[in-house]
């Protein structure tokens, strides 16, 4: 068999390193990587975005020192076994984000931080719809209770099945608004 030159391994790693940092660079994620102290190693460019971190400034820098978030610092602290969901952004106050740690060799982790504003949005215009939409059935169905109830079905014979099948209906339409407006507060706190 032919051996390569020495050289070709180390370039050829170079290499794979090289398209490495380049992937996690291209990520729209904030990737960090942060040693056993907390001490950022290395960063992407989402980072700076996400974070407000700065390179190469912020390299060696302890990570709770330049991301000054109570919760954040407290869940570090705390192993960081679950994820980290609702954090404002320390470099745009209309970001939200969510952070896991992933730990790695002997005393590493990455961790992943992520913008979830969009979803934040998107599920404040899910709870005003339910909120909305239960308010504004319920006063159609009341009045459609009223009238209901003031129908006799003995005076109707003929039509007493219809008017039972409305009124069961009606009945069940209502609970359904009551869940939603149930709901609507559980959400709202």
């Known amino acids: 068999p032919r051996q390569r030159p020495a050289g070709d391994g180390k370039r050829r790693l170079l290499r794979l390193l090289r398209a490495s940092r380049d992937a996690a660079a291209a990520l729209p994620d904030a990737v ?7 001490r950022i ?55 939200r984000l969510s952070g896991r ?9 990455l961790l992943v931080v992520r913008d979830v504003s969009p979803l934040m949005r998107l ?18 169905l009341t009045v459609v209770h009223g009238y209901l109830d003031m129908i006799e ?6 039509h007493e099945p219809i008017l039972h099948e409305l009124r069961s209906q009606s009945r069940r339409m209502t609970r359904i608004v009551e869940d939603l407006l149930a709901l609507s507060r559980l959400e709202s706190g």
């Open 123 to 140: 599920e404040q215009v899910r709870r005003d719809f339910v909120a909305n939409v239960s308010h504004e059935l319920r006063t159609p």
């Open 101 to 109: 740690l992933n730990r790695y060799a002997a005393h590493r982790a």
């Open 41 to 95: 190693e290395w960063f992407n460019a989402a980072t700076a975005r996400l974070l407000g971190l700065r390179y190469p400034q912020d390299v060696g820098a302890h990570l709770t020192n330049l991301v000054r978030a109570p919760r954040f610092a407290e869940w570090l602290r705390g192993g960081a076994a679950e994820s980290l969901s609702d954090l404002p952004s320390p470099a745009a106050s209309n970001l």
């Open 32 to 38: 960090i990587a942060i040693d056993r102290d907390e």
């Open 153 to 158: 079905p003995e005076q109707f014979p003929e």
